[in-house]
């Protein structure tokens, strides 16, 4: 894949951002007003891992898309669809850290950090 478009991204509310125009990886496309919060990394780790890093934030707008898909899938009962989606969303995430140029240490916590939260929550 080539260069890595930017999504454009402004303030919603507190710590939540809003996607000004759709935004397309792939195959995939977030639609314009989607709202994301940014990585879910807990607050003592922010020096190390921002949660809105423009490092890897496009990512992180893929993955939190693809995430929710799965979750609205997962409650309408879908659940091994839903849980191949997950795989899909974290795998995605850890393949654009590495094409945005994220340190694959960094890529791999995020991975390793999401998939693990997926396998224990939708056991």
Not at 5 to 32: C, H, M, Q, T, W
């Amino acid at each position: 894949m080539n260069e890595i478009k930017r999504p454009i991204l402004k303030p919603f509310s507190k710590d939540r951002f809003e996607l000004v125009e759709s935004y397309e990886y792939g195959n995939i496309v977030v639609p314009a007003a989607y709202k994301t919060n940014g990585a879910n990394v807990p607050r003592i780790l922010w020096s190390i891992f921002p949660p809105n890093s423009p490092e890897y934030l496009s990512a992180i707008v893929v993955h939190d898309w693809l995430c929710d898909e799965a979750e609205l899938i997962f409650e309408l009962g879908s659940k091994e669809q839903a849980k191949r989606l997950f795989k899909t969303a974290d795998e995605t995430l850890r393949e654009m850290m590495t094409a945005l140029g994220v340190a694959r240490w960094k890529a791999y916590v995020f991975y390793l950090a999401c998939r693990t939260w997926h396998i224990i929550k939708y056991k």
